[in-house]
């Protein structure tokens, strides 16, 4: 019975569109949040590469551990940016795949058919495969395979560690490059400006560390969950 209603009532194209547009439009949001997140992310990071870089300052015994620490969140911050980047273009992709589905459903209006588009299904396949989009995707996908404008369904997700496939062999060259865009031009001028102060005594050092460890912590907590 079913099949012979799906002979003489096609699912509706104005129905289909809107959905199809509805499921872009969240993943688009969500792209959006995710982006400003890691935007907070890199300013917190930012700042604790400042805090540590005056420690060292301050206290000259800390130095060594201050300089090591100013690495590590140099590390995280091309790992925040590599990912913001990417999620960037993630959303220039979906923007694209919108305009381009709206364009297949013109066309089937005005010509009566719908012809299946290979550059749709090549971005939607590169989409689905993007852990943060992974399930509306598959969703959108299915509609879109509904409307003809794609043929078959798309792949897996990628696992992260292809995600982020060369960052280890890029880290170290790219680590001097972030420190000295954050900290050039500001520790002048925190010298410049600095009284004479108390020595810095090792407890409140220690508690500090703690505090930095337990932040990195948290930033890295942040970034796999954006990635889920």
Do not use: H, Y
């Not at 925040?80 to 589905?101: E, F, G, W």
């Not at 880290?171 to 972030?178: G, T």
């Not at 337990?214 to 889920?228: I, N, P, T, V, Y």
Request: net charge negative; hydrophobic share 35%; with cysteine.
């Amino acid at each position: 019975m079913e099949s012979i209603k799906s002979i003489f009532w096609k699912p509706d194209p104005a129905v289909q569109m809107r959905k199809c547009n509805q499921l872009i439009k969240s993943n688009v949001r969500k792209l959006d949040r995710d982006i400003a997140q890691l935007r907070l992310i890199e300013t917190k990071t930012k700042n604790l590469i400042l805090q540590a870089s005056r420690r060292g300052q301050r206290n000259p015994s800390q130095a060594k551990q201050a300089a090591s620490e100013t690495r590590i969140f140099a590390r995280e911050m091309i790992r925040i940016r590599k990912q913001s980047a990417r999620l960037a273009t993630s959303k220039a992709q979906l923007q694209s795949v919108a305009m381009q589905v709206n364009e297949a459903f013109s066309v089937r209006r005005i010509e009566g058919s719908i012809r299946a588009s290979t550059g749709i299904m090549k971005d939607v396949n590169s989409l689905v495969r993007l852990p943060e989009l992974t399930g509306t995707m598959r969703e959108l996908s299915q509609e879109l395979v509904k409307a003809g404008i794609i043929e078959e369904m798309v792949g897996d997700s990628l696992p992260d560690d292809q995600l982020m496939e060369g960052e280890d062999e890029e880290a170290e060259s790219e680590v001097d490059k972030v420190l000295g865009e954050v900290l050039q031009g500001r520790l002048s001028k925190v010298e410049a400006g600095k009284v004479a102060e108390e020595p810095v005594r090792e407890e409140p050092a220690e508690e500090e560390d703690e505090d930095q460890e337990q932040m990195l912590d948290q930033m890295r907590g942040r970034l796999e969950a954006l990635k889920s």
